[in-house]
């Protein structure tokens, strides 16, 4: 059953996400697409900054329907979704 906000239906909301080596997440959304996020697009903005520390960084998880970290570090569900690749080079 799908969300309504305003009239319309939300997003895609994630349920799971991996670390991947290079800053990357394997995000699987409760529409059962997996999707890839690359973190080094954000990790340079000074509310992102903590990222670039590689044992933070694995510390991500789900929080209300997206990715999130301690100190209250998050990122907005529908960006999330949308700038999320359904294919990605993993280095």
Not at 13 to 42: C, Q, W
Request: charged content about 25%; hydrophobic content about 35%; glycine content about 2%.
């Amino acid at each position: 059953m799908e969300e309504i906000i305003h009239g319309k239906p939300l997003m895609p909301r994630a349920v799971s996400v991996e670390t991947l080596p290079n800053y990357i997440l394997k995000i699987r959304f409760n529409n059962n697409e997996v999707k890839y996020f690359d973190v080094k697009k954000i990790y340079n903005l000074p509310c992102y900054k903590p990222l670039q520390n590689k044992e933070f960084f694995k510390t991500v998880h789900i929080e209300y329907g997206s990715i999130a970290w301690n100190n209250d570090i998050d990122y907005c569900p529908d960006c999330l979704y949308e700038e999320s690749m359904e294919r990605m080079k993993i280095s």
